[in-house]
């Protein structure tokens, strides 16, 4: 597999992980990617999950035969694209790994590997042959020592973890001979849940990148990105601003049904006040990971749910601690919950409003016991008022 006549992809498929990091799911799994410069020197760029090292070997094999790896860069020191460095170097003892100073500290730390380094700094060049490959440190995409590779002899971007997304690869590693439709939103998912605290260091690593003339993208997760590398990059960057379409996400927690009904009324509601995108998610059954995608993806938030042993259901504080991790921008808030003695999950919700810095569009409904008349007025205004502040938005 020919990313161009002398950069070979060797990377691997890994379709039996269910969830990613121990927490996300991959219902269509995930390439670990890796990529072989040919030259007079060889270079590798990263490496996959060490649970693949023999298919990873032997596709190296298939690459170069029985010629040495001179050097391994590595961009991004994380267990899925480093995990085969130590027994890489037990193939290819003489092969130097290079690094900048962080990803070296931490090739020791977790390799034992000291010996036989080659440290870059930004903008630093080595010289394969005909490639000659720069060294562009993007801090926190997302680990601090991150750094991109890139090719000017062919204007390729080995971008380690930016511009990656979930889905193994199905036969095909280039964006122009396979069918992308599956990844868009598994890149988004990607970033929601993966990237998405580092918008940011995103933002700056874009603005560095853009100097470089890049003709392919290879990331270290999902296609190579040629002909929609526009749109990939694109993605990023309205992501990582935090930037977001017109529609509501609806999250719920809800035990017994009440504060579903809620729910389902503020839903109905910004429906008939002409919002098209609105999205429900019942948190018992959502997995967090596509109700973090659609947050990213909708400018307008709507939270809710019941007082669960004297603070908020459960599924609805792990939200929270993932929304406020990401330090999650710009959204039009408004919240409900519901209690049967005494109050705490709308408190809890609009301390979480007020932390984010949420543009909240209406009061909380705080609903005791089953939903009434007066409760339902007021979840009725409630949307009214999240439709309306959407609508002034509309250009
Ligand atoms: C395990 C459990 C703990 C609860 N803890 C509280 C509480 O601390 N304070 C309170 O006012 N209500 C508490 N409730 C009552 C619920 O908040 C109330 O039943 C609410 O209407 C449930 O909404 P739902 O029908 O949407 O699940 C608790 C209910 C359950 C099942
Ligand atoms: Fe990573
Ligand atoms: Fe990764």
Request: aromatic fraction near 10%; glycine fraction near 8%; charge should be negative.
């Amino acid at each position: 597999m020919n990313i161009t006549d002398t950069i070979h992809y060797v990377g691997v498929n890994d379709r039996k992980k269910s969830l990613f990091e121990g927490l996300w799911p991959i219902p269509y799994g995930v390439s670990y990617n890796s990529y072989l410069i040919e030259d007079e020197r060889i270079a590798l760029v990263d490496t996959v999950d060490a649970a693949f090292f023999d298919r990873f070997l032997a596709k190296i094999r298939d690459a170069i035969g029985t010629r040495p790896i001179d050097y391994l860069v590595i961009n991004h020191m994380e267990p899925d694209h480093s995990g085969s460095v130590k027994l890489l170097r037990a193939f290819y003892p003489d092969m130097a790994i290079v690094g900048n100073k962080q990803t070296l500290a931490m090739v020791n730390g977790y390799y034992g590997e000291a010996g036989n380094v080659i440290e870059v700094k930004d903008g630093d060049e080595l010289a394969l042959g005909r490639h000659i490959l720069s060294f562009h440190l993007i801090p926190m995409v997302h680990w601090p020592e991150t750094m991109a590779t890139y090719s000017k002899t062919e204007r390729v971007l080995f971008s380690g973890d930016a511009f990656g997304c979930f889905g193994a690869l199905n036969g095909g590693v280039m964006d122009e001979g396979i069918n992308t439709d599956v990844y868009w939103g598994e890149m988004e998912r990607y970033y929601s849940c993966i990237v998405g605290k580092y918008g940011s260091p995103v933002q700056r690593a874009l603005t560095k990148l853009s100097s470089l003339d890049i003709d392919v993208v290879c990331p270290t997760h999902g296609p190579v990105w040629k002909a929609e590398k526009a749109r990939v990059a694109s993605i990023y960057d309205r992501l990582s601003k935090y930037e977001a379409e017109e529609g509501v996400v609806v999250a719920y927690g809800s035990m017994y049904g009440n504060t579903e009904q809620l729910a389902e009324t503020i839903a109905e509601t910004l429906s008939e006040e002409g919002i098209r995108n609105i999205v429900m998610h019942n948190l018992s059954k959502s997995d967090q990971s596509y109700v973090l995608t659609d947050i990213f993806r909708y400018k307008g938030l709507v939270l809710g749910a019941p007082t669960y042993n004297g603070s908020i259901f459960p599924q609805m504080e792990a939200l929270l601690s993932k929304l406020e991790m990401r330090e999650v921008k710009n959204r039009v808030f408004a919240c409900f919950g519901s209690f049967t003695w005494a109050g705490q999950a709308v408190k809890r919700l609009t301390a979480f409003a007020e932390k984010m810095k949420f543009d909240v569009a209406a009061e909380p409904v705080e609903m005791k016991q089953g939903m009434d008349a007066n409760d339902r007025e007021r979840a009725i205004s409630l949307a009214k008022a999240v439709a309306g502040r959407l609508k002034n938005g509309r250009s």
